[in-house]
Nanobody, 127 residues
């Protein structure tokens, strides 16, 4: 059974907003931090935002001021609020969880440092 499930993607016009959700109700391990990644065709998977277990967050410079990551532990859900979307935001967006706690640091780590992933949800922004 998949433990992380993303939803909320879709096709929108530039300037519009979307909110992505990641359901981690089935996740049975300790979560050290969670993150949103995105991957466009022909490009590497890149970190968009992270949230630590203490609630602190970091977002990539490319989305700072437009995207916000948040978590609702009662609902077992991770969110990515995306405002003022741009065509360059078009990508498959993935929810990721770190259940190892081997790296630490409040920074945007590479995908190899996360060991659980959702199936992805597509975001397409047209101009």
């Amino acid at each position: 059974q998949v433990e992380l499930v993303e939803s909320g993607g879709g096709s929108v016009k530039a300037g519009e907003s979307l909110r992505l959700s990641c359901d981690f109700a089935r996740f049975s391990y300790r979560i050290y931090c969670m993150a949103w990644f995105r991957q466009a065709p022909g490009k590497e998977r890149e970190a968009v935002a992270i949230i630590d277990s203490d609630g602190s967050t970091i977002v990539a410079d490319s989305v700072k001021g437009r995207f916000t990551i948040s978590q609702d532990n009662a609902k077992k859900a991770l969110y990515l609020q995306m405002n003022s979307l741009k065509p360059e935001d078009t990508a498959m967006y993935y929810c990721a969880a770190d259940a190892q706690g081997l790296y630490g640091g409040k920074f945007l780590r590479g995908p190899e440092t996360y060991n659980y992933w959702g199936q992805g949800t597509q975001v397409t922004v047209s101009s």
